[in-house]
């Protein structure tokens, strides 16, 4: 069982605010009579949002909560605590079943919050809330959905143009993520010795730290079709052992096989990670290798410190 739509968790929480009374109930008590509703796994309870910052379930919980609440249904006598409202207790009465949007849209102060907009004279709902309606998704989730979505996007059409680029550019492309990412010094440093040595199966060597107080070997393959398999990962490890190298890094376009991945993680005296093109433009993304910033769009919510008044 998923997490469900913050739509079908109103019902439940408003009946959870009914039985506390007289008392109030806190929100972890109406995620609590989500979770018994709908008979969520630990790992439904765990999910996470697909920025994997926000809690799937906490986050819906408090879109639901925060409708009821402008429907006038639910009130907050104290920060942090609810209680139910005789227009609550009305509507469990009259709803029985479920409690969504539809039935909200009833009260004037949730309309005016969905807000709808006049096209060529006739009413129709905003376009994002009336997605928001249809589907249950939280306003937040549907943005870090989307950006996630984005995000893919940029990062297919990154390894296609890095699969297109010449030996010599993937070889800077490679030495200016790994400077990026804290290794190697500085980028000047870092393109003395990278793709200088050619010391079988070795493309370079770079600075583990700014100090230089280790090296990591590096083996980059700009391969489109062919696969990276056991054969080439081994050579890499022998070619380590050779220069009494423990640390090692194969960077590819492509992808390995399933044996390359089991070899490399076999290895006893190095360590060698393997990156995939797939990884590789997620690492270029991350690290704004090739990439630009678009735009940015910031997300804010109320800080309940600031209102606390010497609490």
């Not at 949002?49 to 925060?66: C, D, E």
């Not at 942090?80 to 469990?92: F, M, N, P």
């Not at 010094?185 to 107080?213: H, M, P, T, Y």
């Amino acid at each position: 069982m998923a997490v469900p739509d913050f739509q079908s968790m109103m019902l439940p929480v408003l009946r959870r605010a009914a039985a506390a009374e007289p008392d109030t109930v806190a929100s972890s008590d109406l995620c609590e009579a989500i979770i018994q509703k709908f008979k969520l796994s630990e790992a439904d309870i765990a999910e996470m949002m697909p920025s994997g910052k926000n809690n799937m379930l906490i986050n819906r919980a408090a879109w639901a909560t925060f409708h009821l609440r402008k429907a006038l249904a639910l009130a907050t006598p104290e920060r942090g605590r609810y209680s139910i409202t005789e227009r609550g207790k009305k509507l469990l009465v009259q709803h029985k079943n479920r409690i969504d949007l539809a039935v909200l849209r009833q009260f004037e102060k949730v309309r005016d919050f969905l807000k709808t907009k006049k096209a060529e004279g006739v009413t129709v709902p905003s376009k994002i809330e009336a997605e928001v309606e249809d589907s249950g998704t939280a306003p937040l989730e549907r943005l870090e959905s989307a950006h996630q979505l984005l995000r893919s996007a940029v990062s297919t059409d990154l390894l296609q143009l890095v699969r297109k680029c010449t030996p010599g550019f993937f070889e800077r492309l490679v030495v200016e993520l790994l400077v990026k990412m804290g290794y190697g010094g500085s980028l000047r440093d870092a393109a003395q010795v990278v793709g200088k040595s050619g010391d079988g199966g070795i493309d370079g060597i770079i600075k583990e730290d700014k100090l230089g107080l280790a090296a990591i070997y590096i083996q980059a393959k700009r391969w489109n079709d062919k696969t990276v398999g056991r054969p080439d990962v081994q050579q890499f490890a022998g070619a380590l052992a050779g220069n009494k190298a423990t640390k090692g890094i194969f960077i590819t376009t492509s992808s390995f096989t399933k044996e390359a991945v089991e070899f490399a993680k076999s290895v006893s005296n190095s360590k060698i990670v393997l990156i995939d093109g797939d990884e590789l433009a997620e690492l270029m993304i991350d690290h704004n290798v090739g990439v630009s910033v678009a735009q940015v769009y910031e997300v804010k919510r109320i800080d309940s410190d600031y209102f606390a008044e010497g609490e």
